[in-house]
């Protein structure tokens, strides 16, 4: 057990409800010096996971607030210490000060993370349950959210722990023959570690092929909105984001800078940036923007050329196209302002471009935009991989890649005839990355640069 430590749990503005979490070793006492139940029994004797009415007050006993109190006893707890939580109306300075009470009782204040590394480091939690929580915080997609919560409840692990049983059993019957030559221990035949190592690198295997869309679904698609001034840039941008996010006029070129956004486009969160329009640029203020625009695509997963169907092809046009076929990215071209009598050199224009996606749409009216949610959809489509079976972070993918590649460098040492201390050597790397994905073997400092991209109280 360690020292007690507290924090607000919740937001620091005003709400109806504020909560403030306590645990560690004498939790129970440090709350009793704050809280008195109604009932009049003792912190420690309070009814366990059951909220008991009562009355905060500070160190010279006057009162902070009526609140709500939840007993959570070791081990059976968030963080697998004794555990505490303080149900207050939402006042952030009622919170403030029920927090310095705590304080003056003996509790200190709870670092970034803290409450969930102690989770982790008290096997309440792997490290791949603990980084869903800050995921699930962090969700701004209904799949994302449900991915997460998923990894939350142990869907990854379940993925990881056989291919750890697996190598550890490889390694432990190595052992047992190497150390205990006199006993009667069957040796490990090569068939079978053959056998061990390819279902552990198709487990792998299925874990990697599916990052792409754990990208997607953690951190969404970076887009980019390109085309000629005039062609409805911005007001697609406006449209899919749901408000006026940028200014708007008949006036060409008015948009000289790049603007970003996210917005969930069929199910996937784009990162939109509107650019300012592909031409010969006037001014030195609209270069550097025409310039920004170029570099927006090269850093984009995703391109959307924009053409304005009511006005007759331009150059400009053309190299909005040439400039997203030569990005080797995925693209879209959206034929815009349908709801104006169209150009009739246009839509020979359009097929000319010979664009995999063609979306026709008028982002004035909204019309074809649900056409262009299900093209998105098609092109990233993040909903048809198994909840919580999704590799979302980069740490998580790298430690991930290097166990594929220790167990290829095993496959390949079993096949060429390498002795087996050999073959062992690269599983046991295979077994040390996998553990670092669920922490097993996870170092020091890595565990704390996890935990410190939480907030406080979490």
């Known amino acids: 057990m360690s020292e007690p430590i507290a924090a607000i749990a919740t937001g620091q503005s005003r709400c109806a409800i ?18 008195r139940a109604d009932s009049g029994k003792p912190f420690a004797s309070l009814p366990p996971r059951t909220m008991s009415l009562g ?43 029920v927090l310095l009470s705590l304080f003056q009782a003996g509790a200190r204040q709870a670092t970034a993370g803290e409450f969930t590394k102690r989770a982790f480091l008290n096997a309440r939690l792997d490290l791949t349950e603990a980084e869903a929580v800050i995921d699930l915080i962090d969700a701004e997609t209904a799949a994302a959210a449900r991915n997460a919560a998923a990894q939350l409840d142990g869907a990854l692990s379940r993925v990881l722990e056989p291919i750890q049983e697996t190598l550890l059993d490889v390694a432990a019957r190595f052992y047992a023959v ?17 056998d061990a ?68 486009c069929g199910g996937v969160l784009l990162r ?31 391109v959307f050329v924009v053409a304005d169907a009511s006005a007759a092809p331009t150059e400009e046009d053309a190299d909005a196209v040439r400039l997203a076929r030569e990005s080797g990215k995925p693209w879209i071209f959206i034929s815009n302002k349908r709801d104006l009598p169209q150009n009739a ?55 991930a890649r290097r166990a594929r590649d220790a167990l290829s460098r ?22 040390d990355a996998v553990g670092e994905l669920t922490g097993r073997t996870a170092k020091e400092e890595l565990v704390s640069h996890i935990f410190s991209r939480f907030c406080v109280g979490k």
């Open 178 to 194: 190497v150390d205990y030559p006199d006993e009667d221990i069957e040796d490990t035949r090569p068939e079978e570690i053959a």
């Open 55 to 97: 009355s905060l007050s500070d160190a010279g006993g006057a009162a902070i607030d009526r609140a709500l109190a939840v007993r959570f006893p070791a081990p059976h707890s968030y963080t697998g210490e004794d555990c505490a939580e303080f149900h207050c109306h939402g006042s952030p300075i009622v919170l403030r000060e």
């Open 18 to 35: 504020g909560i403030i979490r306590v645990s560690g070793d004498g939790c129970f006492a440090v709350c009793e010096r704050v809280f």
């Open 272 to 302: 939109l940036t509107d650019t300012a329009g592909l031409r010969d640029a006037s001014d030195a203020a609209e270069r550097l923007g025409v310039e920004r625009s170029r570099k927006a695509v090269a850093d984009a997963d995703l």
């Open 410 to 431: 095993a496959q390949n040492a079993l096949q060429s005839g390498f002795t087996p201390d050999a073959v062992l050597t690269d599983a046991e790397d295979a077994l």
């Open 345 to 399: 050199d246009f839509d020979a224009w359009e097929n000319a471009a010979q664009a995999a996606h063609t979306v026709r749409v008028s982002a004035k009216t909204g019309d074809g935009l649900s056409e262009l949610e299900r093209v998105v959809g098609e092109l990233f489509p993040v909903g048809d991989a198994a909840p919580g079976a999704l590799l979302t972070d980069q740490r998580q993918e790298d430690a």
């Open 197 to 264: 190592l390819s279902r552990s690198g198709a487990a792998l295997d299925n874990l990697l092929g599916a990052c792409r869309r754990g990208r997607v679904l953690k951190s969404g698609v970076k887009t980019a909105i390109i085309g000629r001034p005039n062609a409805g840039k911005s007001s697609l941008f406006n449209a899919l984001a749901g408000f006026e996010r940028v200014i708007v006029t008949e006036i060409p070129g008015t948009t000289r800078d790049t603007v970003e956004e996210s917005v969930v």
